[in-house]
């Protein structure tokens, strides 16, 4: 099989084999036509998050659509640790940069909640999405993170999943040194709990406590911005237990 890495890439809904042919319309042909300016016999590298990735060739550029054919494909689908990023909404610029990057660093879904200290009050998921799956395209990576619908955090709190870890970073100080925490993992299906600027309320680390499969780590003794917080534990996660291994 060919393992290449090509300039263009991009994430469609569309089934891959080899001989299909595949209709990019409105922001995707635009893109292809207009910015990077593509012709007719151009390859693209295509994937859909779980058939790995496949090349195409551009067969028909219009004015409406541009026209692919799948070749071959030249990647078979990844297999990523599982870890969920679950933070406080942030405001728009950085909140873009959180989408993007925490794609790069392999996590498998994002989940807005409103805690107490929460500044922003509503979230634009097509956005969210729209920023993860450029950086997916841009990274190389083979899938894209699932966005999961905003909510409170005690509705958090009642629905996390009993089969999967919460790691809730913790800016008191009384969490674990996080790396020592992951490491202990054993690539179990995990999650990330990052609060707004503000921390969060004690009543809610009371709440996050009361959870039988919740570890509070800290990231060290310098007060660190939610994004750059959740671009750290992704990180370390990646370093101890992840697809950097």
């Keep these: 099989m060919l393992v290449k890495d090509y300039e263009t890439r991009l994430y469609v809904k569309d089934n891959l084999s080899i001989g299909k042919s595949l209709v990019l319309k409105n922001d995707q042909s635009h893109y292809v036509r207009s910015v990077l300016r593509l012709k007719e016999n151009s390859q693209i590298a295509l994937f859909n998050g779980e058939e790995g990735e496949w090349l195409s060739t551009i067969k028909t550029i219009a004015k409406k659509f541009v026209e692919l054919e799948v070749i071959e494909q030249i990647k078979l689908q990844e297999v990523i640790s599982d870890i969920w990023l679950v ?13 993007q990057k925490a794609t790069e660093l392999g996590a498998g879904a994002l989940w807005p909640i409103f805690t107490k200290y929460t ?13 993860s799956i450029e950086a997916a395209e841009q990274s190389g990576r083979l899938t894209v993170p699932k966005i999961l619908d905003p909510i409170d955090f005690d509705t958090l709190i009642e629905k996390w999943p009993h ?16 790396l020592d925490a992951f490491r202990l993992s054993h690539q179990r299906a995990s999650g990330l709990l990052i609060g707004p600027e ?5 009543e809610e680390l009371d709440q996050v406590d009361k959870l039988g499969n919740v570890c509070r780590v800290s990231l ?12 750290a534990a992704l990180a370390c996660w990646q370093a101890a237990a992840g697809d950097w291994l």
Excluded: H, Q, W
């Design 87 to 99: 933070f406080a909404p942030i405001k728009r610029t950085r909140i873009d940069y959180l989408a």
């Design 119 to 131: 500044s922003v009050s509503r979230v634009n998921a097509e956005r969210l999405r729209s920023n």
């Design 163 to 178: 089969d999967r870890d919460l790691f809730c970073l913790d800016e008191t100080g009384k969490g674990a040194p996080i």
């Design 198 to 202: 503000g921390g969060f309320a004690k």
């Design 220 to 231: 060290g003794k310098r007060i660190l911005r939610s994004d750059t917080a959740a671009v």
